[in-house]
Every structure is written in structure tokens, then in C-alpha cells.
């Protein structure tokens, strides 16, 4: 298994990290598109499609977001993307999250495959648009939901359930923990402030999310960071109940070693759309 998860990803590093460094964002977004189009397939599936209605739905969300990029997006989106997408997740997400896995079990299936592409689709527009904006912009946002991923495992592991005695959402996945959640807070907080120090230590050109939003103040930088450490955890307790309904483990086999690709992206799925609406809104109106 071990020898599976490195090849897969020395793999993936070997395709995306040339796409991403290049100095057009086109090969980066072309990249990314193909995840995001074999992620549809994943998802149809788990909601209960069987193999050509799943090929059909990953054919459509690549053309809506292919319309999109047509259409200027990735330059000039518009603002309501960012905000209905945002408005999506934290409300849908938290009607979720509360009445559990019965209550997209109970949705009509064609109404949970609808959800899925139309927030692939906008996640797909939002990384795009982060890399027009540029590499240290994207990378910022990225590697917050990484380091908020990490800290809230290894918090989790050191002092689950030792404050909280309930865990974060027992149904849907019992491992996740308060603490961690917590745990993964600090760890961005701390990686905000450093990285908007770095910004202006090394006098970037192209400034990282953490300095756009300092420019309004350092407490509504927090904040903002606080924000999308949140909903990134919204984002993968999703994908778990999805999975959850579906009976899986893993949202398909597609990357040996790591599961799916709806496994290794379901808190961005959020995430970055937040930052964009957060970008749009408090820097760039």
C-alpha cells in the first residue's frame, strides 16, 4: 500500500507541478479540469448512477466549465459564483450535518447529482481563477486547507475527546474530534502571519491571499482564515456522508494508494470559492 500511495503521488507531483509553475495558466487549469471532470464520475456514482449516466454528468460539468472559461471567467467572474457557491456550503452544509445521513439519502437522486456538478464545477472555476490571480495567490489558499488537514490530525490524535467528550460529527465520522478541529485553527492562524510576513520579507510580485486580506486589518485577516479552516471541515464531512449513504470507503480507486479524486479535494471544494468571494469582496470590489 505504501509503495502504491508513492507512486501515485510522485506521479501526480510530475503532471501538476510543471502545469502549475508554467507561466501561462492554461496547462495548470487544462490539468486541473481533468480531475475535476473524473471527480463528477466518482460522485455520480456514489449517489447511485451507474457507468454511462456517471460518464454523461462528468461530460456535462466539463462543458459547463468549459463555458465558463469561454465566457472570461477565469478573468473577470462574476461576483454571485463565489457567493452562491458560499451560500450553498454553509447552508446546505449545515442542514446536512445536523439531520445526517437520512437527509441526503432522502433527496431525490437526480437533485444530489445536480449538487454535485454544479459545486465541482464552481471549485474547478474558483482554483482557475487563483492561479490568473497567480501562483503564490493559489498556493496560500491551498496549502491553508493542507495545513488545517494536518494539524487537526495530529491534534486530534493528541488530545481527542480529553476537552470535548462528543465528537465533531460521531454519524458521519467518528474520528474527527473537536479538538482537532481546534488544533487545525491554530495551525492556519500561525500560517497566515507567517506567510504575510514572508510576503513582504521576500517582496513578491504577486501578493498571497493572507496580504490581500491584511490590507483591511490583521483581525479580519483572522477572521477570514478562521472562516475557511472552518468550511474546509464542512467540505469533508460532505464527502463523508456522501460516502457514508453510499456504503464506500473510498470515492473510487482512481489514484492507487489515496482513493479517489473527490477523497483528495473535498475541502477545497469550499474553500476556495470562500477565498474568492473573500478576495472579491474585501480586496477587489
Known amino acids: 500500500m505504501l509503495w502504491q500511495r508513492v507512486v501515485t503521488a510522485a506521479a501526480l507531483l510530475l503532471v501538476l507541478l510543471p502545469a502549475l509553475f508554467f507561466p501561462s495558466p492554461i496547462p495548470f487549469s487544462a490539468v486541473t479540469l481533468l480531475f475535476i471532470v473524473a471527480a463528477t464520475w466518482e460522485w455520480a456514482r456514489l449517489v447511485g448512477y451507474g457507468q454511462t449516466p456517471a460518464l454523461a454528468a462528468s461530460l456535462a460539468c466539463g462543458l459547463l466549465c468549459l463555458a465558463g472559461w469561454s465566457a472570461g471567467w477565469l478573468d473577470a467572474p462574476p461576483r454571485?459564483?463565489?457567493?452562491?457557491?458560499?451560500?450553498?456550503w454553509v447552508v446546505g452544509g449545515a442542514w446536512l450535518l445536523w439531520r445526517g445521513a437520512p437527509a441526503w439519502a432522502g433527496l431525490p437522486r437526480a437533485v444530489r447529482l445536480l449538487v454535485g456538478v454544479l459545486i465541482l464545477?464552481?471549485?474547478?472555476?474558483?482554483?482557475a481563477r487563483a492561479r490568473t490571480l497567480g501562483i503564490n495567490f493559489l498556493l496560500s489558499v491551498l496549502?491553508?486547507?493542507?495545513?488545517?488537514?494536518?494539524?487537526?490530525?495530529?491534534?486530534?490524535?493528541?488530545?481527542?475527546g480529553r476537552i470535548v467528550a462528543r465528537k465533531l460529527a460521531p454519524s458521519i465520522?467518528?474520528?474527527?474530534?473537536?479538538?482537532?478541529v481546534w488544533g487545525g485553527m491554530l495551525g492556519v492562524a500561525v500560517l497566515g502571519f507567517a506567510w504575510r510576513w514572508a510576503d513582504g520579507h521576500w517582496q513578491v510580485p504577486v501578493l498571497s491571499l493572507y496580504s490581500d486580506l491584511a490590507t483591511v486589518?490583521?483581525?479580519?485577516m483572522l477572521a477570514c482564515i478562521l472562516a475557511l479552516a472552518a468550511i474546509s471541515v464542512v467540505g469533508d464531512l460532505?464527502?463523508?456522508?456522501?460516502?457514508?449513504?453510499?456504503?464506500?470507503?473510498?470515492?473510487?480507486?482512481?489514484?492507487?494508494?489515496?482513493?479517489?479524486?473527490?477523497?483528495?479535494v473535498d475541502a477545497l471544494?469550499?474553500?476556495?470559492?470562500?477565498?474568492?468571494?473573500?478576495?472579491?469582496?474585501?480586496?477587489?470590489?
Open 121 to 127: 464545477c464552481v471549485a474547478w472555476l474558483a482554483v
Open 217 to 220: 486589518g490583521p483581525w479580519a
Open 80 to 88: 454571485w459564483l463565489w457567493l452562491g457557491a458560499t451560500v450553498l
Open 269 to 285: 471544494l469550499p474553500s476556495v470559492p470562500l477565498a474568492l468571494l473573500m478576495h472579491s469582496v474585501l480586496v477587489a470590489p
Open 238 to 264: 460532505v464527502e463523508s456522508l456522501v460516502k457514508r449513504v453510499a456504503g464506500a470507503k473510498d470515492s473510487s480507486a482512481l489514484l492507487p494508494g489515496h482513493g479517489g479524486v473527490l477523497d483528495r
Open 173 to 180: 465520522s467518528p474520528g474527527k474530534s473537536w479538538e482537532g
Open 143 to 160: 496549502v491553508l486547507v493542507w495545513v488545517a488537514d494536518v494539524f487537526a490530525y495530529f491534534a486530534g490524535r493528541a488530545w481527542g
